[in-house]
């Protein structure tokens, strides 16, 4: 079964200090790791997914298969990174298959 | 391109009723998923469409079902609502065949009440 667990509901932080939004996960296999994104009154987007190794306004995340975790990390938090973050995982690497997604972190950047 | 777009916005319904749901993908887009997103959750996994046919199916009753048209297009029912229906539902698509940007991309969603 895949599961996937954000442990914080909310996190506060001030603007320029460093951001850690924690995800683990559960899955027997080799899965593909994504952060999406939903900034007030916008849709879910993507922001990076693991294959990529991009860094994405700013925002970086790696996968640690020991730990089974991916947490999704920022070295200086700006106002405009409020939103809701949500971990997902798919069972294949391709973000075509179907996505197991946590419970969402709101994260809110206090000026 | 508008991108995903989904009809109606919002929608209230009583107990026991049915609704239809649509969707219509991304230019380009050939797959199709639904998810429901309950208050306070992530969305949660329904079933995908490719090729006119359903392909993965998540953990849910056979109340709710689906259809996708030659056009990509997708459509979401559900019968004999229950109070539980209630959510916003998520309609993603993406294509296996597009090289380099296999990403689900999401519409607006369909906010359904039921009473």
């Known amino acids: 079964a895949q599961r996937v667990t954000q442990p914080e509901k909310l996190l506060s932080v001030f603007k320029g200090a460093p951001v850690e939004l924690k995800c683990n996960y559960s899955y027997s296999g080799s899965p593909e790791l994504f952060w999406y994104v939903q900034y007030s009154r916008q849709r879910l987007q993507l922001l990076l997914r693991?294959?990529s190794r991009e860094s994405i306004k700013g925002f970086t995340a790696d996968l640690n298969k020991g730990e089974t975790s991916f947490h999704l990390k920022k070295p200086f938090a700006q106002e405009e990174d409020s939103a809701m973050y949500y971990c997902?995982?798919?069972?294949?690497?391709?973000?075509?298959?179907?996505?197991?997604f946590g419970t969402g972190t709101r994260l809110t950047i206090i000026p | 391109d508008a991108g995903v777009t989904q009809s109606p916005t919002h929608l209230i319904k009583t107990r026991g009723q049915q609704v239809t749901l649509r969707c219509s993908p991304k230019?380009?887009?050939?797959?199709v998923s639904w998810y429901q997103q309950a208050l306070g959750q992530g969305p949660q996994f329904i079933f995908q469409?490719?090729?006119?046919?359903?392909?993965q199916r998540g953990n849910f009753p056979d109340r709710f079902s689906g259809h996708q048209f030659p056009n990509y297009s997708s459509e979401l029912n559900v019968n004999a609502l229950l109070l539980g229906d209630s959510a916003l539902y998520l309609c993603?698509?993406?294509?296996?065949?597009?090289?380099?940007?296999?990403?689900?991309?999401f519409g607006p969603g369909t906010r359904l009440t039921v009473l």
């Open positions: 993603a698509s993406s294509s296996p065949g597009l090289a380099g940007d296999d990403t689900q991309y």
């Open positions: 693991h294959i």
């Open positions: 230019s380009g887009h050939d797959t």
């Open positions: 469409y490719y090729e006119e046919e359903e392909r």
């Open positions: 997902a995982l798919s069972g294949f690497i391709g973000g075509n298959e179907k996505l197991t």
